[in-house]
């Protein structure tokens, strides 16, 4: 059974930084994008980032120049450095992958959330 656990969500003022961390555990086959997105309080879920099995990433216009999305295909790992936060970015972040597992076919897979919280 594959799981997604994230950390690295926490309480900041705006201005600063955070540094969230998705890891991947299971029997995986391959992995193909793996990413980031956020909801906030009364909104819909959007995306942040993604980033390609080859390492090609895709931001959201709100976070872009602020934000970056990396990976460690060796450690089944997606990771999103936030800089420059502001409180329009508190929302619940959730790690998204599309993998394959062993013996199965490419499933999208969701983590439980981290709750990112910036005061001004």
């Known amino acids: 059974q594959v799981q997604l656990v994230e950390s690295g969500g926490g309480l900041v003022q705006a201005g600063e930084s955070l540094r969230l961390s998705c890891a991947a555990s299971g029997n995986i086959f391959r992995f193909n994008v793996m990413g980031w997105y956020r909801q906030a309080p009364g909104k819909q879920r959007e995306l942040v980032a993604h980033i390609s099995s080859g390492g090609s990433a895709n931001y959201a216009d709100s976070v872009k120049g602020r934000f970056t999305v990396s990976r460690d295909n060796a450690k089944n790992a997606v990771y999103l450095q936030m800089n420059s936060l502001k409180p329009e970015d508190t929302a619940v972040y959730y790690c998204?992958?599309?993998?394959?597992?062993?013996?199965?076919?490419?499933?999208?897979?969701w983590g439980q959330g981290t709750q990112v919280t910036v005061f001004s």
């Open positions: 998204n992958a599309v993998i394959q597992p062993l013996r199965d076919i490419m499933n999208t897979y």
